[in-house]
């Protein structure tokens, strides 16, 4: 292939991905959260359950944390699809095939998963010491001087307010790991279907989600996929010590 040509296929691969060469781990995750938010929402409490009145400034109920992303369903093995003819005009790659089927994809997927779990745990512990301090106080309410209330409650308004920036750096300590892997993961994905298309002499590369219908022989899947495997078996998420 000739440079100008070189250039050519080059400049189609990079339109095709311009708006989609991040890794999808993020919107996988939204979506995971709203669905396990509308499944997990606590039923309203009855007038038989409502604790005693709170103290006054009683702070908001703690910020609901990401939830782990479900376990996704085995997916039927389907036979292996060799590359197209050189040459082919265009090509489709199947992106979230990559992500559930490369090693460095699961290997994000699980780290992922584990920090999420990481930092539930930690809050949970807090947001139970807060409950209990609460409950503690309102016990004693009649036992204390109306100055020694408000100073009780002012004590654990500071510490509920610690709690709720405690939790905002949690997640920004995730968002921002789990951005940086969809950036670096991304780039070497693009890399490699760049690598394919250029040897290959493919014009352009799409993904499936850009099509509306194709033929099986299109894809360049399984080859992107075997590639990313040998020169990237896995894959380190970065996240700030928090």
């Not at 919107?27 to 709170?54: G, K, S, W």
């Not at 709720?164 to 993961?185: L, S």
Request: charged letters at 25%; glycine letters at 2%; proline letters at 8%.
């Amino acid at each position: 292939m000739n440079r100008i040509a070189s250039i050519a296929v080059s400049t189609a691969i990079a339109l095709a991905f311009a708006s989609a060469t991040q890794f999808s781990f993020a919107q996988q995750t939204q979506q995971q959260q709203q669905r396990t938010q509308t499944q997990q929402r606590p039923p309203a409490q009855t007038q038989q359950q409502r604790p005693p009145a709170q103290p006054q400034q009683q702070p908001a109920q703690p910020q609901q944390q990401r939830p782990s992303a479900p376990q996704q369903q085995a997916q039927p093995q389907r036979p292996p699809i060799p590359l197209p003819p050189e040459g082919t005009p265009i090509v489709v790659v199947e992106w979230q095939m990559i992500i559930q089927q490369s090693t460095s994809g699961q290997s994000i997927r699980k780290q992922l998963d584990a920090k999420v779990a990481q930092l539930k745990q930690e809050v949970s512990q807090q947001e139970a010491d807060l409950k209990k301090a609460q409950e503690d106080l309102e016990r004693q309410r009649s036992l204390l001087s109306p100055d020694a209330m408000a100073q009780r409650q002012r004590d654990l308004q500071t510490r509920f307010a610690t709690y709720q920036k405690g939790v905002q750096e949690r997640e920004r300590i995730y968002t921002e790991g789990e951005r940086d892997a969809d950036q670096r993961w991304g780039r070497e994905v693009f890399s490699t279907i760049s690598e394919i298309a250029q040897e290959q002499k493919y014009q352009i590369v799409l993904r499936q989600e850009q099509v509306v219908l194709h033929e099986p022989r299109l894809l360049i899947t399984d080859e992107v996929i075997k590639r990313l495997n040998r020169k990237l078996p896995t894959f380190q998420v970065n996240f700030a010590k928090n």
